[in-house]
T-cell receptor
Framework: KQEVTQIPAALSVPEGENLVLNCSFT??????LQWFRQDPGKGLTSLLL?????REQTSGRLNASLDKSSGRSTLYIAASQPGDSATYLC????????????FGQGTELSVKP | GAGVSQTPSNKVTEKGKYVELRCDPI?????LYWYRQSLGQGPEFLIY????????DSGLPNDRFFAVRPEGSVSTLKIQRTERGDSAVYLC???????????FGPGTRLTVL
């Protein structure tokens, strides 16, 4: 059974810092991994999708990497801004679990001005 | 184009009542998913439709929960004899096909008194 863990559960940084959020998963037979952002009381916004054949994806100040063999992904945020404050969720699609995504519990990020 | 929409945005009901939650996916998306999110947790899978059929309903917690997608577009999640433990945010997502990027709606916050 796939399990997804995100560390840390919460993170507070001053504006301008570069930061890394971590995601680990137990079953490496994944077909993709998605990073999402969730603002309080809102739905999920897709940030990056990495297919299992890819090693990384970039969008603006965000870079996500994937190491399937070790069961890890990282989300790197460059030059953090107060507007980046939100909960970041990692989710994996696994071959033997149909089309569903299995989510981690999220990392709550606070960027202080 | 329009994203995933969900109605109502909030639903308050009394224990024992019946509720229906609606999801309107992105036009042309054949895959539709329902998830449930409790406070401080990542979303948990409920059911996945490919077209009109439920391809995976393994996440439905019990037989009080049922979902339909009769024409392969709009889906309705139905909960009978609601219990206080059903209180959560119910999220809907759609994708072009299984294993593609999932796009989420804003969710329906269900409160059972």
């Amino acid at each position: 059974k796939q399990e997804v863990t995100q560390i840390p559960a919460a993170l507070s940084v001053p504006e301008g810092e570069n930061l890394v959020l971590n995601c680990s998963f137990t079953d490496s037979a994944i077909y993709n991994l998605q990073w999402f952002r969730q603002d309080p009381g809102k739905g999920l916004t897709s940030l990056l999708l990495i297919q299992s054949s890819q090693r990384e994806q970039t969008s603006g100040r965000l870079n996500a990497s994937l190491d399937k063999s070790s069961g890890r992904s990282t989300l790197y945020i460059a030059a953090s801004q107060p507007g980046d404050s939100a909960t970041y969720l990692c989710a994996v699609g696994t071959y033997n679990q149909g089309g569903k995504l299995i989510f981690g519990q999220g990392t709550e990020l606070s960027v202080k001005p | 184009g329009a994203g995933v929409s969900q109605t109502p945005s909030n639903k308050v009901t009394e224990k024992g009542k019946y509720v229906e939650l609606r999801c309107d996916p992105i036009s042309g998306h054949t895959a539709l998913y329902w998830y449930r999110q409790s406070l401080g947790q990542g979303p948990e899978f409920l059911i996945y439709f490919q077209g009109t059929g439920a391809a995976d309903d393994s996440g439905l917690p019990n037989d009080r929960f049922f979902a339909v997608r009769p024409e392969g577009s709009v889906s309705t999640l139905k909960i009978q004899r609601t219990e206080r433990g059903d209180s959560a945010v119910y999220l809907c997502a759609s994708s072009a096909d299984r294993a593609n990027e999932q796009f989420f709606g804003p969710g329906t916050r269900l409160t059972v008194l």
